[in-house]
């Protein structure tokens, strides 16, 4: 198993950036695919970014491309989505996920953290 615990969002303005992180507790979290998904308010929640547990296969929905990135440090068993040029439709609760299949992680992955806030607003 693992525990997935969010931080890192907040309220800024649109063009602005910020850096969520996941922190990952277990026996073997290292070894977790990870992503990222977001839930605006009445709507679903959907697939944001994706990395393996190696740090390789960075994979991202169109909208975000170009403007965020995931990554991950092993030896803190930790995941950022560094997010840039943030527009008001980035607005969501942003949710850590982890799989032990690639696959998965950016469908339903097995894991989820509690979620942290981001709203870009003017």
């Known amino acids: 198993q693992v525990q997935l615990v969010e931080s890192g969002g907040g309220s800024v303005q649109p063009g602005d950036s910020l850096r969520l992180s996941c922190a990952a507790s277990?026996?073997?979290?290292?070894?977790?695919?990870m992503g990222w998904f977001r839930q605006a308010p009445g709507k679903e929640r959907d697939f944001v970014a994706a990395?393996?547990?190696?740090?390789?296969?960075?994979y991202y929905t169109n909208s975000v491309k170009g403007r965020f990135t995931i990554s991950r440090d092993n030896a803190k068993n930790t995941v950022y989505l560094q997010m840039n040029s943030l527009k008001p439709e980035d607005t969501a609760v942003y949710y850590c996920?982890?799989?032990?299949?690639?696959?998965?992680?950016?469908?339903?992955?097995?894991?989820w953290g509690q979620g942290t806030q981001v709203t870009v607003s003017s």
């Open positions: 990395v393996s547990w190696t740090g390789g296969s960075p």
């Open positions: 277990g026996r073997t979290a290292n070894r977790y695919h």
């Open positions: 996920a982890a799989d032990n299949s690639y696959t998965q992680v950016v469908r339903t992955p097995e894991y």
